[in-house]
């Protein structure tokens, strides 16, 4: 595993936080995204979200749709000349009507499976990589994958960065992704 990524929470990390998205008009992101991103990428970092998605697993979205969202992400991110390299998702639900999407599966978040899934894609080191989040959980994920973990105030981050739960110790706690692609970027080129 050679590369270095950065994985990124979707809602309210990248994009405003609006519940269930279930609707293309609901999608906004944040003004300083696609900055962080092209900035990320020109460093060489591939940028990858993770991201847990049970609205499919309830039946309030389906994949085609979540798949329109992550098309429209990127091409609104085009002209800044960023991009996400790569949308993974966690579609399950435990108590889902639809069979196979009815599981306590490995990839939901907190747990590391989309993470882990992505470095063997894609050839990533977690070790040189960071996760970026604005939910504690993100933070375990990192964790449990083994990557840095930096929380983030945008989205749920508002109130959660001043309630960690206990022994949950991000290795920053910044405003928004733009001011933890600063970070690390400055990390990068200490080590
Ligand atoms: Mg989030
Ligand atoms: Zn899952």
Not at 101 to 110: D, H, L, M, S, T
Not at 142 to 154: F, Y
Not at 169 to 182: F, K, P, T
Request: with cysteine; glycine share 6%; proline share 4%.
């Amino acid at each position: 595993m050679t590369r270095s990524a950065v994985f990124l929470d979707r809602d309210g990390t990248i994009i405003e936080e609006r519940g269930y998205l279930d609707r293309l008009d609901m999608l906004t992101l944040f003004p300083w995204t696609a900055d962080a991103l092209r900035l990320l990428k020109r460093a060489g970092f591939a940028t990858v979200v993770v991201t847990n998605q049970s609205a499919i697993g309830r039946g309030l979205i389906d994949e085609a749709f979540l798949e329109t969202v992550h098309s429209a992400i990127n091409r609104r991110l085009e002209p800044a000349h960023a991009a996400v390299d790569r949308f993974y998702y966690c579609p399950h639900f435990v108590d889902s009507k639809v069979e196979r999407y009815r599981q306590a599966c490995r990839c939901r978040k907190p747990a590391p499976g989309l993470i882990e899934q992505a470095c063997q894609d894609m050839d990533l080191d977690p070790a040189r990589s960071v996760m970026v989040g604005d939910r504690w959980l993100d933070v375990a994920c990192a964790r449990a994958a083994g990557t840095g973990a930096v929380l983030v105030r945008s989205g749920h981050g508002a109130h959660e960065a001043d309630a960690p739960p206990a022994g949950a110790q991000a290795d920053a706690i910044l405003d928004n992704l733009m001011e933890a692609a600063g970070w690390i970027l400055r990390r990068a080129t200490r080590v």
